[in-house]
């Protein structure tokens, strides 16, 4: 293949859908494996998303910059470094209708939607125009993924992820619906209606996900819809978690609901140990407790503010407002249980920030009108907030102590965020002179922490051992993600009609 290619002769897919969390982004990272493991050189791409679970990756400049999970995630599918120009804008909600906005890895300023689309669209979409053509002049295929419907008549002028993207790569769409919660042909065929007519025509075919049953009950559906638009249902895909990571909390309950993940290894109850994640109102990156999920014996439980922790463990996730999530834990009173709990804690980011003495300067991240804010008081340190945002990829050295006794040895991970955190009081720092621990309370910057072995296994080692349920399960061993998304494509898929085969 060229090094050097005109941008007019890479390929591009669109993963399209009908709605929001239909299975694009599985879709698209098993498109990245499958032409990754042909040796096709793919990326992915995706122009706006809108996520408060991002990962930290090298910048345009000295500094790091982030994108949505679901591209890095995508990125790795395709054995490629993950850049910020696959995925160059970000939109990070952090309530009152407003975002955080990041162009090319690099906050640019909070606005409500309003003034987004105002002032600063027009910016985006050159943004987003100039990173596809770099990709586009360095790869032979882009798999892009669209963002919720793509056939939205409201934002059908300013849909960057979807219409605008499908336009200016001339790609193939490939439109994907989810029959889970019904409605699926409908969905298909509405979507159809309402897509531009230029759009219509770059259709090649549908794909269904989350299917359960017999798939010739759907065969009269399939033959209908077909005779009617002209376009092919190219698979059915059964409902399979292959395991990778949430794009956003619209897979998690709503504040109300209690949810239990990882309760479905075969491990009695009796026998397993949970772990509580109170549930923010604006709750970021909860994607770094997944590796715990996946350990056989561990539920990770996420709370309602409301509800008791009936756990053995609490983990305080990261949080787009740490001030205004403080607020509402004192205000539940899920801030007192917390104090009240005996078990081990562990928060990460925003979660241990909570966990300090104090937050001051909070009016740089709130409007509560608050200069400070006392925090849960289980670790002696304080954040002071500054407008300066820290978004790296670290390596550090870990020595376990309190939650992560026995943990030795060198982690990765990445750090995002504001606020910097000084020790107050008698603490060990656990990473390389930095977080902070005690006996029985963990806290540090540090997300993606629970992927590296030696601190989930120290951790889940300790839950266990205080809990005093019987010997912990050995880990399970995991498939790969990336190449089980790929094997869904590919025995219930047909990518013919995509031409993928000819690159």
């Not at 954040?383 to 060198?410: C, M, N, Q, S």
């Not at 910097?420 to 656990?430: F, K, M, N, Q, W």
Request: proline share 6%; glycine share 10%; with cysteine.
């Amino acid at each position: 293949m060229d090094d050097q290619r005109d941008s007019e002769s890479a390929k591009t897919v669109l993963v399209a859908g009908t709605a929001s969390h239909v299975g694009k982004s599985t879709v698209a990272a098993g498109l990245c494996r499958i032409l990754a493991d042909r040796n096709v050189a793919v990326a992915p791409y995706k122009a706006q998303n809108m996520s408060n679970n991002a990962r930290a990756v090298p910048g345009r400049g000295e500094s790091g910059g982030e994108i949505g999970v679901s591209q890095y995630v995508q990125a790795r599918a395709a054995r490629v470094p993950a850049t910020v120009d696959m995925n160059p804008v970000l939109l990070k909600p952090r309530g009152e209708g407003e975002s955080q906005v990041i162009v090319h890895g690099e906050a640019v300023g909070h606005y409500s939607a309003g003034s987004y689309y105002e002032d600063h669209w027009e910016a985006a979409l050159a943004a987003a125009r100039e990173s596809y053509e770099r990709l586009a002049s360095d790869h032979d295929v882009l798999v892009a993924e669209g963002a919720g419907s793509i056939a939205e008549p409201n934002l059908r002028d300013r849909d960057l992820a979807n219409v605008e993207t499908a336009r200016f790569s001339d790609a193939e769409i490939l439109l994907v619906a989810d029959i889970e919660r019904g409605g699926v042909f409908a969905s298909l065929v509405g979507t159809l209606e309402l897509l531009p007519g230029d759009l219509r025509e770059q259709v090649v075919g549908a794909v269904i996900t989350k299917f359960r049953g017999d798939r010739a009950i759907l065969r009269p559906g399939l033959e209908e819809f077909e005779d009617r638009t002209g376009v092919p249902v190219l698979g059915v895909v059964p409902h399979d978690d292959p395991g990778l990571p949430e794009e956003d909390s619209v897979s998690l309950p709503s504040e109300g609901k209690r949810a239990l993940d990882g309760a479905d290894d075969g491990v009695p109850d009796d026998q397993a140990v949970t772990i509580a994640v109170p549930r923010l109102p604006r709750i970021s990156n909860f994607t770094d407790f997944g590796p715990l999920a996946r350990v056989r014996g561990v539920r990770v439980a996420y709370v309602p503010l409301e509800d008791p922790l009936d756990a053995d463990a609490v983990a305080i996730p990261g949080t787009k407002n740490t001030v205004d999530d403080l607020l509402a834990l004192r205000e539940s009173r899920m801030a007192e249980r917390i104090r009240a709990f005996e078990g081990p804690i562990v928060g990460i980011c925003g979660g241990y920030q909570m966990l300090g003495e104090r937050i001051t300067n909070a009016a740089v991240e709130s409007a509560s009108g608050a200069d400070e804010v006392v925090g849960l008081g289980l670790l002696p340190v304080a954040t002071h907030f500054d407008p300066e945002k820290r978004v790296e990829a670290v390596t550090r050295e870990v020595d376990g102590v309190g939650p992560l006794a026995g943990a030795h040895g060198e982690v990765t991970g990445y750090e995002i965020h504001m606020g910097r955190t000084e020790l107050v009081g008698d603490a060990a720092r656990p990473f390389g002179g930095r977080g902070a621990g005690t006996e029985r309370v963990l806290g540090t910057y540090l997300h993606g922490l629970f992927e590296n072995e030696t601190v989930r296994r120290a951790f889940v080692e300790t839950v266990f051992d205080r809990a005093s349920v019987g010997p912990q399960p050995d880990e399970r061993a995991q498939p790969s993600p990336y190449d089980r998304a790929a094997t869904l494509l590919e025995e219930f898929v047909d990518l013919d009609p995509l031409n993928l085969q000819t690159l």
